[in-house]
């Protein structure tokens, strides 16, 4: 008789609880499935507010092994899949949401139509970083503000997770790319090639005036939420688009109206919450892959290195404000 094979996973037990290092059941690759054996996870702020059960929306039950991002290598493939083959470097952003088992452990078995094959010039880290932020951003300058060459958009938050990302992709489509930041982000903005504006000292008033003669950019891209999106209304131009990835609460829209301008939401989770939409996340990753391998999209990576053992300094990297880049956690060298 056959030993069922087992794996080291964090286990969160209940909301605030600390997450556990143990041994549970290794998963197995079903139809349509590729086994990941995984080698990095990324952090985002979402995983903090799902251990808190401040996440309603990401619908994870606990308790939950926890990750959103990973990268690694196919283990085995299961019935139906043909993209991919044992020992193909892949990643994607593939569970800790939707009752879905997350990265922070030794395996995965993911949805084969949630990958794709890793950029060769990026790490394993690199590589764990990208997935939910570049989906993020794609969804939102590509699919639903059809960002193209000659534009000029605005990118809230151009140093954050998704922003940084952002202001990459709206370059290599040829757009003209603005970003707000505070003072300690400006110089990193300035690096990825866009204008930095210090949101503490210039309203909004001002520099649309400054940097657009007062018509407005033509996308702007709200990754913070709250006043800053109502900010971005009256920043777009006549006819120009609004996208919003944190675009909860309440706001006037009036400025958005009266310039005839259009707004949409970004929703990055649907597809691993409903089934909905799979295969277009592994299309993304696909481009991301291209960019990449053309030098024109690189993550911006926190130097330190974390383990499943100090996850919780992760966590609190995050929760403070301490971090200088996106959190990954190594899970396998």
């Not at 291209?290 to 290195?305: I, M, N, Q, T």
């Not at 992760?314 to 190594?330: E, L």
């Amino acid at each position: 008789m056959t030993a069922t094979p087992s794996m080291h996973a964090l286990i969160i037990d209940a909301p605030n609880a600390p997450l556990r290092q143990t041994a549970i059941t290794q998963p197995q690759a079903g139809p349509g499935e590729v086994l990941v054996r995984i080698k990095a996870s990324g952090v985002n702020p979402l995983d903090l507010k799902i251990a808190a059960s401040q996440a309603a929306h990401a619908r994870q039950p606990l308790p939950a092994v926890l990750g959103i991002d990973l990268s690694g290598v196919v283990e085995t493939v299961g019935q139906g899949v043909t993209a991919f083959r044992k020992g193909d470097e892949v990643y994607g952003m593939t569970g800790g949401v939707g009752g879905l088992q997350g990265s922070l452990a030794d395996y995965a078995a993911v949805d084969a139509s949630l990958l794709a094959l890793k950029p060769a010039n990026l790490s394993m880290r690199e590589a764990a970083a990208l997935p939910l932020i570049f989906i993020t951003a794609w969804e939102g300058l590509v699919d639903r503000a059809h960002v193209t060459a000659g534009q000029k958009v605005l990118v809230h938050g151009g140093a954050g997770g998704i922003g940084h990302v952002a202001i990459q992709i709206a370059r290599a489509f040829g757009a003209e790319v603005w970003a707000t930041g505070s003072a300690t982000s400006l110089s990193l903005i300035e690096r990825l090639g866009a204008a930095p504006i210090d949101y503490t000292k210039e309203s909004v008033e001002d520099y649309v005036d400054r940097h657009t003669q007062g018509r407005g950019f033509d996308i702007v891209f709200d990754t913070v939420g709250g006043a800053t999106l109502d900010a971005s209304f009256n920043a777009v131009r006549r006819f120009g688009h609004v996208v919003s990835a944190l675009g909860w609460g309440t706001h006037a829209l009036a400025p958005l109206s009266f310039r005839a301008a259009s707004y949409s939401g970004v929703f990055t989770l649907l597809p691993l919450l409903t089934g909905e939409g799979r295969p277009h996340h592994g299309e993304i990753l696909r481009e991301a892959t291209r960019l990449a391998e053309s030098g024109k999209v690189a993550p911006h990576l926190d130097p330190r290195h974390f383990t499943l053992a100090t996850i919780a300094d992760a966590h609190a990297a995050i929760r403070n404000r301490t971090a200088t880049g996106k959190i990954v956690v190594d899970i396998a060298t």
